[in-house]
C-alpha cells in the first residue's frame, strides 16, 4: 500500500464529485487551474477499486489445491476453488451480494478428474484452460479430448506455470502511457512526472516512471539514490543499463517485480544499482548512455502491460518522442507563461502529430502573457496553471514536491492533470 514519505499526508484523493463539479466555473476550469470533467465522466476514477485477478481452479486433487494456493499467492492472485464446474457455476452466478468479484478469471486451470470440460462454458466461450496434473501420460492423453486443454506437468513445468501465472497477472494490455516533456530545461517536468505519478500510487493504481532523459543531475536518479542511501527503496536493481544489454521482448511480469520501488513509484532509472553508503550527489551527476528509442519502445510495451500508469519524463528530449508517438496515449508539454515558452511548446507539439497533447504553465507569467494566452499561441488546449512554489524552487529534493499534495488545491490540480491525460482507476 503506497505511504507517503512525509508525516501527515493524506493517504487517499481528497476530490469529492461535489467539489470537481461546483469547482468549474464558466471556462469550465477549477480554481487549480486544471480542467474539470464532469462528475459522470469520471465517476470509474474517483470510485473503482482494483479487484484482486482471479485464477479459476477446478479440481478434487488436494495437493495441487494446495499447489495452486501458494502459487497463486506469489503472483499477487486469488484462488477461486471449486470440485466440479457446475459447483463453480453455481457459485459464480447464485450470490449477486458476494463481496468476491465474479467476473473473467485471469486463468482457468482443471485437473483430469475434472474433465469433460462443461458444455455450457463457466468463462469467455473457447477460453484456453490448463490441464494440470502429475501423472505425464495421463495428462497427454486427457488434454487431447480438447483443443482448450493445454498440458502442465508437474513439477516439471511448475517453473513455466509460475512465470506463465505472473505474466497473466500483471499482463491486462491497457495501462495508460503519458509522456511529459518541457520546452526548456528547469521547468518543471520531471516534478511534474513524479506529481502524477504519486497521485496515482495515492489511488491505489500501478504505477512506472521512467526516466527517458538518462542525463547529467537527473531527478529521478538522485530520487532513487537517496532512497537507497536512507534504505527507503523497495524492489529490484533493474535499470536501463540492464535491459540495454537484452534482447527481444520485456517480461511485464519481470519488469514489474525487478524494478526499484519508491513511495508506492516504481522506477526505472539508468543506474539502479544498491547503495549502502552516504548519498554522494556528485555519483548521481555522472553522464549515462541515454536510452535507445528501441529500447525505450520494448519497455514501454512491458510497462503498459504491467502497470495501470506508465509516465515517461523525456525532460528537454524532444528528439525522442516521434519514434514513440504511436505508443503514447497523451503528452503534457510543461512550459512557461511567455512568448518563448510559447513558441518552444508550439514546435515541440508538431513533432508528434496526431498525438492527444495538452499544455502545462509552471513558474511565473512573464509580464504581459497569461497561462491562456500561452496556450492560444502554442496552439494547445490549458490542462494546467502551476503558480510558483518558491518553497519548491529552493529545495532540489524531488520528494519535496510531494508537499504540493498537502494542500487541497494542489491536490486537485495534479488530480486534473491526470484525468486529463485519460488516466483512471480501471486504466
Not at 32 to 50: D, F, I, K, Q, V
Not at 192 to 199: P, R
Not at 244 to 271: F, K, M, N, Q, R
Not at 327 to 332: A, P
Request: contains cysteine; glycine residues 8%; aromatic residues 4%.
Amino acid at each position: 500500500m503506497f505511504s507517503p514519505p512525509h508525516t501527515g499526508l493524506r493517504r487517499r484523493p481528497l476530490v469529492s464529485p461535489a467539489e470537481l463539479g461546483s469547482a468549474a466555473g464558466a471556462s469550465g476550469r477549477n480554481d487549480a487551474g486544471a480542467m474539470s470533467p464532469s462528475w459522470s465522466e469520471n465517476r470509474a476514477y474517483l470510485n473503482a477499486e482494483t479487484a484482486e485477478p482471479a485464477v479459476l481452479l477446478v479440481s478434487e486433487d488436494s495437493a495441487v489445491v494446495e499447489d495452486l494456493a501458494l502459487l497463486t499467492a506469489v503472483v499477487g492472485a486469488r484462488l477461486e476453488h471449486h470440485r466440479t464446474w457446475s459447483e463453480a457455476r453455481r457459485r459464480r452466478t447464485a450470490d449477486q451480494h458476494d463481496p468476491a468479484p465474479r467476473g473473467g478469471c485471469a486463468a482457468v486451470i482443471c485437473t483430469p478428474e475434472a474433465l469433460p470440460l462443461p458444455d455450457a462454458p463457466v468463462v469467455e466461450p473457447g477460453r484456453e484452460v490448463l490441464l494440470v496434473g502429475r501423472e505425464t501420460a495421463l495428462l497427454w492423453q486427457a488434454a487431447a479430448t480438447s483443443a482448450q486443454l493445454r498440458p502442465v506437468p508437474l513439477p516439471e513445468g511448475e517453473a513455466w506455470l509460475g512465470e506463465h501465472l505472473s505474466t497473466v497477472v500483471l499482463a491486462r494490455g491497457s495501462g495508460r502511457i503519458v509522456a511529459v516533456a518541457g520546452s526548456c530545461g528547469g521547468i518543471g517536468a520531471t516534478t511534474i512526472s513524479y506529481l502524477l505519478g504519486a497521485e496515482a500510487a495515492a489511488r491505489g493504481l500501478r504505477v512506472l516512471l521512467m526516466d527517458g532523459t538518462s542525463g547529467t543531475g537527473s531527478g529521478v536518479q538522485s530520487l532513487l539514490a537517496e532512497a537507497r542511501a536512507a534504505h527507503e527503496a523497495e524492489g529490484g536493481v533493474l535499470d536501463w543499463r540492464q535491459l540495454s544489454s537484452t534482447e527481444g521482448e520485456i517480461s511485464p511480469a519481470h519488469l514489474y517485480e525487478a524494478v526499484p520501488c519508491v513511495d508506492g513509484i516504481h522506477l526505472l532509472c539508468p543506474d539502479a544499482s544498491s547503495q549502502t553508503e552516504e548519498f554522494d550527489s556528485s555519483a548521481s551527476a555522472l553522464p549515462v548512455a541515454l536510452p535507445e528509442p528501441a529500447l525505450t519502445a520494448r519497455a514501454l510495451e512491458a510497462g503498459r502491460r504491467a502497470f495501470d500508469v506508465v509516465v515517461l519524463d523525456v525532460g528537454v528530449r524532444a528528439e525522442a518522442l516521434p519514434p514513440l508517438k504511436d505508443l503514447l496515449d497523451h503528452l503534457l508539454l510543461v512550459t512557461r507563461a511567455s512568448a518563448r515558452g510559447a513558441e518552444s511548446a508550439r514546435q515541440v507539439a508538431r513533432r508528434c502529430p496526431g498525438l492527444p497533447q495538452s499544455l502545462v504553465v509552471n513558474r511565473r507569467w512573464a509580464p504581459g502573457h497569461s497561462a491562456a494566452e500561452t496556450a492560444t499561441a502554442a496552439g494547445l488546449q490549458l490542462a494546467a496553471d502551476l503558480p510558483e512554489q518558491r518553497w519548491l524552487a529552493r529545495d532540489d529534493e524531488l520528494r519535496s514536491a510531494y508537499e504540493l499534495l498537502r494542500s487541497h488545491r494542489g491536490e486537485r490540480l495534479i488530480a486534473g492533470l491526470l484525468m486529463e491525460a485519460g488516466v483512471s482507476a480501471g486504466a
